[in-house]
């Protein structure tokens, strides 16, 4: 199976919701983030619990958890691409409203993936 390319998804102004976020965590949880994005291009698919999980509607999590906190980036898959689109902190389930806010971003990056995809 060919390897996964891992992209950022971008907002019209041009920003990463999901680095922004990453940006305020803890070192120790970006780490984690950080070996699981690297297993995700690695392994793309074939990654499962309990570091990634598939919610609904085409859209997967990855999974942290530091000092009984819950981390997620929520991701969607374009092709052989895996679309990160943002990072929540939770308590219980993922809400329905922030994996709705990852489908909405699965449409807007299949209409245009060009405009979408985070160039730094």
């Known amino acids: 199976m060919p390897k ?3 992209v950022f998804f971008a907002e019209d102004k041009g920003r990463a919701p999901v680095l922004e976020w990453l940006d305020d965590l803890p070192a120790k949880v970006q780490n984690k983030f950080i070996a699981r994005i690297e297993l995700l291009a690695e392994l793309g698919h074939e990654l499962r619990r ?3 999980d598939y919610l609904r509607d085409g859209v997967h999590e990855l999974r942290a958890r530091h000092v009984q906190v819950h981390y997620r980036i929520l991701y969607f898959y374009h092709g052989q691409r895996a679309v990160l689109s943002h990072g929540i902190t939770k308590k219980g389930k993922v ?3 922030e994996i709705d806010r990852a489908v909405r971003r699965r449409g807007e990056f299949k209409r245009d993936p060009e405009r979408h995809t985070y160039r730094e």
């Open 50 to 52: 309990p570091l990634s």
């Open 4 to 6: 996964t390319e891992v």
């Open 95 to 97: 809400p329905d409203n």
